[in-house]
């Protein structure tokens, strides 16, 4: 969605964001006047109303991030390496 003001000549104002969840949005707002080059305004977030919390679930803005544990998976990689030039001489 964008918004312009007095047909452009103070500036437009672009809202985006991802629809990845049916209950909740979140995204920014950028801009640029003639007199400010383009930027980042500022950020929001949207909750859809009339919808049971229990179904809606916790906001993603609010859930922790789980750590991704990456034990073994780049070791693997050096190992076939090392096995190659081990057979190519």
Same mark, same amino acid.
């Given at each position: 969605v964008s918004k312009e003001s007095f047909g452009g000549w103070l500036g437009k104002r672009i809202y985006a964001?991802?629809?990845d969840d049916y209950y909740y949005l979140q995204g920014t707002v950028r801009g640029w006047s &003639?007199?400010?080059s383009a930027s980042v305004l500022g950020q929001w977030?949207?909750?859809r109303l009339g919808v049971?919390?229990?179904e809606?679930?916790?906001? &993603?803005?609010?859930?922790e991030?789980?750590?991704e544990?990456?034990?073994g998976e780049g070791s693997g990689a050096i190992e076939q390496v090392e096995a190659s030039e081990e057979g190519e001489q």
């Open positions: 964001g991802n629809a &003639p007199i400010a977030q949207m909750k049971d919390r229990d809606a679930g916790v906001a &993603p803005w609010f859930q991030e789980e750590e544990e990456e034990d």
